[in-house]
């Protein structure tokens, strides 16, 4: 990260490292982070480490108990972020149907169909639902790209990742049938986008995401803080 970008501070780069440890459920909600374990892993002083944790906590990605431990899934927060969303998402859908070009719909078609075949792969998706969920989080965020509107982007950039955790918790133990409908949902939004209507393409992405918080809804008040993938090496008990 340092070589790609010279100009990341340290407290930003152990940020970032932790953020994706977190959204990707490396570190389970309920992990404890301990300052000390994360700088002798990333080779750091502690003084970056607490930087990071300190913006973890004012963002609501980890709680003090004391020490720090990941934040546990929230009705509320969900509630929020996913209100937020279908504001967002849909006015994106519409403005990426008009500006949309040739190439980056065939761009946006790739990404759906590599979902669609892990979707539709017989037996249990569950080892797969990090790839699930990482091509969701392509998918959204580039039709937020193409409605050509940085002002909307800027703003999705501030709840994308904790879109991207919660999405991660449905991906991870999902209804019945749900991956198939997934995997089919993102092939129609293109289907919709390639005929260039804004209403129908705001309509389709309105639909999609109802889909995913009814869904999601059924899972509480289901304790959340179970371990949903390997331990991190930052992570302590």
């Known amino acids: 990260?340092?070589?790609?970008?010279?100009?990341?501070?340290?407290?930003?780069?152990?940020?970032?490292?932790?953020?994706?440890?977190?959204?990707?459920?490396?570190?389970?909600?309920?992990?404890?982070?301990?300052?000390?374990?994360?700088?002798?892993?990333?080779?750091?002083?502690?003084?970056?480490?607490?930087?990071?944790?300190?913006?973890?906590?004012?963002?609501?990605?980890?709680?003090?108990?004391?020490?720090?431990?990941?934040?546990?899934?929230?009705?509320?927060?969900?509630?929020?972020?996913?209100?937020?969303?279908?504001?967002?998402?849909?006015?994106?859908?519409?403005?990426?149907?008009?500006?949309?070009?040739?190439?980056e719909l065939d761009a946006l078609y790739d990404i759906a169909e590599q979902l669609h075949r892990i979707c539709v792969e017989n037996g249990n998706l569950q080892h797969r639902y990090i790839d699930i969920v990482d091509l969701e989080y392509q998918f959204h965020s580039r039709i937020v790209h193409l409605a050509d509107h940085p002002l909307l982007e800027e703003f999705y950039e501030h709840i994308k990742y904790k879109l991207y955790r919660y999405r991660s918790y449905l991906n991870y133990d999902p209804p019945v049938g749900y991956f198939k409908v997934v995997g089919m949902e993102h092939l129609t939004i293109c289907d919709i986008l390639k005929m260039r209507d804004q209403g129908m393409a705001e309509a389709i992405m309105r639909r999609h995401l109802s889909l995913a918080r009814a869904e999601f809804k059924r899972k509480f008040p289901a304790g959340s803080n179970r371990d949903c993938s390997k331990k991190s090496p930052f992570s302590s008990q």
């Open 1 to 103: 990260m340092r070589k790609q970008n010279p100009f990341l501070s340290l407290s930003e780069i152990v940020y970032d490292i932790l953020l994706q440890e977190i959204v990707s459920f490396r570190l389970a909600p309920g992990s404890r982070v301990n300052e000390s374990t994360v700088a002798e892993v990333l080779g750091v002083s502690r003084s970056p480490v607490k930087n990071a944790l300190t913006r973890l906590l004012h963002n609501s990605y980890v709680v003090r108990q004391p020490g720090y431990r990941v934040a546990a899934f929230s009705e509320k927060e969900y509630t929020d972020i996913a209100e937020l969303s279908e504001l967002i998402e849909p006015y994106a859908a519409g403005r990426a149907a008009i500006a949309i070009k040739g190439e």
